[in-house]
């Protein structure tokens, strides 16, 4: 099920450069990022609100607070820098670069979470990086 998600993400995503490329022209890309922090502030909220789950913020944990305000914060920087980099260039050669982040998401699971190092993994790392070093230069 996970597979759907995370294809669902990526058709998303997708949406989301190509949309934002054609919406950004004559905005600043912080106000641009602004707008779609906003939109995607009520749309989290509204999805916890229609599914019941807002009585479950109570019971979250130090640890989890501190790493979800540091993921956030990480986002936030994320949007600023990919909305920049999207005004001013091309969205093909933009997202595929920002698109490296799954090297380096792949890296921090092997060194941070301990998670295995596979043959498959590192072809594919290699292959995304070479890819992105390719489009890139």
Do not use: H
Request: include cysteine.
């Amino acid at each position: 099920m996970w597979v759907a998600y995370a294809l669902m993400s990526a058709l998303f995503a997708a949406l989301t450069s190509i949309l934002a490329k054609i919406g950004i022209e004559g905005v600043d890309s912080n106000v641009a990022t602004a707008i779609r922090t906003v939109v995607v502030l009520i749309m989290a909220w509204g999805i916890v609100f229609i599914g019941g789950r807002q009585g479950e913020v109570i019971g979250i944990g130090q640890k989890s607070w501190l790493f979800l305000l540091l993921s956030g914060c990480a986002t936030g920087l994320s949007w600023l820098f990919y909305y920049k980099a999207l005004q001013i260039g091309e969205a093909s050669k933009v997202v595929p670069v920002d698109k490296f982040s799954v090297v380096i998401s792949m890296a921090l699971a092997f060194a941070i979470l301990g998670e295995r190092v596979g043959a498959k993994s590192v072809t594919g790392g290699l292959l995304i990086a070479a890819g992105t070093l390719i489009i890139a230069l």
